[in-house]
């Protein structure tokens, strides 16, 4: 076979790991497919492993036509899976620039990742990005929504520099108000640069810098008797007006730049190192509404609806949406703070963290002969974000004074107020630090081993990964409650062990017909922040903290062919001791605590299937369906203690977990879509989806002996403290249009997408039990009963109106 003809095959077959197309990529995406029914006639090992590449069709179909509610894939969470470039994970603020600078996405369903990725557990996606050479071609786009931000912009473009430089330009903005949910808005900028060159021929070097600043306004969760007195499923409680203007208390402010350096050198035609080095810092920040000595400013809290209240005036208020009792009046915090004669009762303050992460990855790959690769490698990360309070606003007072406004009206704590015992009765004004100031440090240094074997039917993969892992909590304000090393300086290092084993074996039956069978075991640590009591101004650290474990499994058949893409995978995912920690206020103890949860236990079983149907030249046909049982298997363990004193309230007492569903997780899941590429350019998709069987998140305390067991009076107190609540299923159809115009090199692409065409105003987008309960006084008995969960809803119709032009 000719040189260039083999290329081209290995190209053509080599869509597993390609970049997704959307519709307005190519005028018929199904071209290749169709150059390549002639070219599957032989039995070679090329045309072997070209069904055995990882395509997630689950992935793909399910990404954006399911209903716009909460999905964690697998029952899993979000951290499962990863988002990598160049070795260094990543968040999703940075996927614009990346697509738009030419990277190349490679898609994996489940234990099955690309070669040189370790993976993860859970079939939660991951998304790689090549070190190829920049040929994003320029592309110019204008888009108009709804929902979010009302205008966005894309500018792409690449170049040569000169002396083998070649350059990629990308920039991505987003502004306006969301013209559903009042007081959501985005302002947001995210510039991208990408320099690319060859030296001494294969060797390689990529440099990436994205700077993605923004400005967004959120929304917060409310319970179901605000969204029924106000008749809107998209009530948010975090705006308010001031001056006759809306302002939201919840903004978040982040500025994150990325870097990342990757240099490939081939030291042979079956040998190849790869060093790749990544960077991000910056500020994140978060505002909230703070309030001093006074009542919550918070227009849902339970004591300030007609259910508490019991009072006509109140309800009938909501019922009108008076703004004074439905929304933050930002206009009387003012008056009340300038009655004070100087010092501020409310204020608005940030949240804000400082993280810098530095990654830096060493792979060797080396082909020993036609069937066996070895590759292995070494990661070391190191992570510090420093965190601490800032005032943004005083709203009309002149200064606060930095102590524990918790403790003032406390008879045994009052003379231990000092946040900053080094700095007594600080006065606070606008942009200084206050509250709490500390920094989390965690490092980790991994070694990977991973064999490949590929004969002409049989693939087999085992992979190691063995690390070390070091967490430690840094304070810089001695709070006079927890004096000396209680509070200030480091804090006692918590080291861990991570590991992972993966084994997998496929046989190819046929050039279009895959089985495969993977395993994985693995630990991993907990979260940082879930390792201390009290990260804000703590030390100490959670008792027995132990890594969490994950054994997994899964079977998959795949069938290609040129008119269909069919994938079937049965999993298990097993989860163990997970951890938790949680800072709350305590009804029945009338104390603010910290809660540690351990042991926590998931196991979710379940199938997923895919197809893409080519029904003919014109038209095609995707569908996707999954089913599982998502639950926790396990009674975790809570420790509670006085936030004051550190005091034992509650010890290893379990939480009725087990039986629960895990929340966000659909039990039964679904999307079909038909899509329709016709003459001159024009096109069109219609899509539904359907998310089934969704319970609120759960939480433990609440089925502890200590409320469920002593607090629950009666079985129906006992039963709304133990039963989980079921969320209705949901329901959307969407559908787009789009046309096509060709100018010799160029195109000008035009494209319609609504989404949520049936409304579904009803929609629950995800909801979550409160750790808070209710003390109901009738004569001289009392009974508790917990506080109704928080929801939100999903977005009704919605549009995206895209005009795009590439050359």
């Given at each position: 076979?000719?040189?260039s003809l ?14 997704a ?11 290749e497919?169709?150059?390549?029914r002639?070219?599957?006639?032989t ?13 997630d069709?689950?992935g ?19 951290r ?17 620039a ?5 990277a ?31 040929l994003q071609?320029?592309?110019a ?6 929902r ?8 792409a ?9 070649r350059?990629?330009?990308?920039l ?8 559903h949910v009042?007081?959501v ?8 640069l ?9 060797h ?16 917060l ?22 001056d006759?203007?809306?302002r939201n208390?919840?903004?978040r ?8 350096a ?6 042979s035609?079956?040998?190849s190192?790869s060093?790749r080095?990544?960077a991000?810092a910056?500020?994140?920040?978060y505002s ?9 400013p918070?227009?849902?809290n339970?004591?300030?609806?007609p ?32 009655m004070q004669?100087?010092h501020?009762?409310?204020a ?19 082909r020993?002969d ?6 292995c490698?070494?990661s070391?990360?190191s992570?510090r ?22 403790l ?41 081993f ?7 039917r049989?693939?087999?993969d ?20 927890f ?6 300086g480091?804090s ?10 993966k084994?997998l ?15 994985m ?27 969490e ?11 290609t ?31 603010f ?5 351990a ?14 149907v ?7 046909l ?48 679904a999307?079909?879509g ?9 096109g ?13 998140e759960?939480m433990p ?9 002593q ?8 039963d ?5 609540e ?17 100018f010799d ?24 039990e409160?750790?808070r ?18 929801r ?16």
């Amino acid at each position: 076979m000719p040189k260039s003809l083999f290329c081209l095959v290995v190209f053509l077959l080599s869509g597993g790991t390609a970049a997704a197309q959307y519709p307005d990529d190519e005028y018929y995406p199904y071209a290749e497919r169709e150059e390549r029914r002639e070219l599957l006639v032989t039995d070679s090992t090329l045309f072997y492993r070209a069904v055995q590449s990882a395509a997630d069709l689950y992935g793909e179909q399910t990404d954006f036509n399911l209903p716009q509610v909460a999905f964690k894939r697998r029952g899993l969470e979000r951290r499962a899976g990863r988002i990598s470039f160049a070795g260094m994970d990543l968040s999703y603020r940075y996927l614009p620039a990346l697509r738009l600078l030419g990277a190349e996405e490679i898609r994996y369903a489940g234990l099955v990742p690309p070669p040189g990725e370790s993976g993860g557990a859970g079939g939660v996606r991951l998304v790689g990005f090549s070190a190829g050479e920049p040929l994003q071609p320029f592309l110019a786009s204008v888009r108009l929504t709804d929902r979010n931000y009302l205008a966005g912009a894309k500018v792409a473009a690449s170049a040569h520099l000169g002396r083998g430089w070649r350059a990629s330009l990308a920039l991505d903005a987003r502004t306006g108000r969301d013209m559903h949910v009042e007081g959501v808005f985005t302002n947001a900028l995210t510039v991208g640069l990408r320099l690319f060159r060859r030296f001494g021929g294969e060797h390689a070097l990529s440099l990436v810098c994205i700077v993605p600043p923004s400005v967004r306004g959120t929304r917060l969760s409310s319970s179901e008797e605000a969204f029924t007195l106000t008749g809107d499923r998209l009530y948010n409680p975090a705006w308010g007006y001031q001056d006759g203007r809306v302002r939201n208390s919840r903004v978040r402010r982040e500025t994150l730049p990325l870097l990342v350096a990757d240099y490939a050198v081939p030291l042979s035609e079956a040998a190849s190192l790869s060093l790749r080095l990544g960077a991000e810092a910056g500020v994140a920040r978060y505002s909230m509404l703070d309030w001093y000595d006074a009542r919550t400013p918070m227009p849902d809290n339970y004591r300030y609806l007609p259910s508490y209240t019991d009072d006509l005036e109140t309800e009938r208020a909501w019922l009108t949406r008076d703004p004074r009792y439905t929304q933050i009046d930002w206009d009387e915090l003012i008056r009340r703070n300038r009655m004070q004669g100087g010092h501020a009762v409310y204020a608005l303050d940030d949240r804000v963290e400082r993280p810098v992460r530095l990654c830096l990855d060493a792979a060797f790959s080396v082909r020993t002969d036609s069937r066996l690769t070895l590759r292995c490698g070494v990661s070391l990360r190191s992570d510090r974000t420093r965190s601490y309070r800032q005032m943004r606003d005083l709203l009309g007072a002149g200064y606060v004074t930095d102590i524990d406004r918790y403790l003032v009206d406390d008879d045994t704590y009052s003379n231990l107020l000092q946040n900053d015992l080094r700095h007594p009765d600080r006065t606070i004004r606008e942009g200084d630090r206050f509250g709490y100031d500390y920094a989390i440090r965690s490092r980790e240094i991994r070694a990977r081993f991973c064999a490949e074997y590929r004969s002409d039917r049989f693939r087999f993969d085992l992979c190691a990964e063995l690390g070390a892992a070091a967490v430690r909590r840094r304070g810089f304000y001695e709070k006079e409650l927890f004096p000396g090393a209680l509070s200030y300086g480091p804090s006692r290092t918590v080291r861990f062990a991570p590991w992972r084993l993966k084994a997998l074996a496929g046989w190819s039956f046929s050039p279009r017909s895959y089985l495969e069978a993977a395993v994985m075991a693995g630990a991993e640590p907990p979260l940082s922040e879930a390792l201390f009591y009290q990260l804000s101004y703590n030390n100490r650290i959670v008792d027995d903290p132990s890594p969490e474990r994950t054994f997994a499994a899964e079977a998959s058949w795949r069938r290609t062919g040129p008119s269909l893409d069919m994938r079937i995978t049965a999993f298990a995912v097993a989860v163990f001791d997970g951890l938790e920690t949680r800072r709350y206020y305590d009804d029945l103890a009338a104390l603010f605590c910290d809660m540690s949860v351990a042991g926590i236990g998931r196991l979710c079983l379940g199938i997923e299937a895919a197809a893409e149907v080519r029904l003919s030249y014109r038209w095609s046909l995707a569908l996707a369906a999954s089913a599982g049982r998502y639950r926790h298997i396990r009674d975790p363990l809570l420790t509670v203690l006085s936030d004051v004193d550190n005091t034992a309230v509650l010890t290893h007492a379990a939480g009725r977990m087990a039986g629960c569903a895990v929340g966000g997780t659909p039990q039964t899941a679904a999307t079909a879509g038909v899509s329709y590429f016709g003459p001159k350019g024009w096109g069109g998709r219609l899509s539904a989806g359907y998310a089934g069987g969704r319970y609120v998140e759960p939480m433990p305390l609440r089925r502890t002996d200590r409320i469920a067991g002593q607090a629950a009076l009666t079985p129906e107190a006992f039963d709304a403290f133990t039963r989980q609540e079921r969320l209705a299923d949901a329901f959307t159809l969407d559908a787009s249009l789009f046309r096509t115009f060709y100018f010799d090199r160029s195109r000008l692409t035009a494209s319609l997408l609504l989404r949520n065409l049936t409304g579904g105003r009803d929609t629950v987008y995800n909801g979550y039990e409160s750790l808070r309960v209710r003390r109901i006084r009738s004569g001289d008995a009392t009974e508790w009963m917990p506080h109704a969960s928080r929801r939100t809803y999903a977005w009704p119709r919605s549009f995206y109106l895209t005009v795009s032009y590439r050359f």
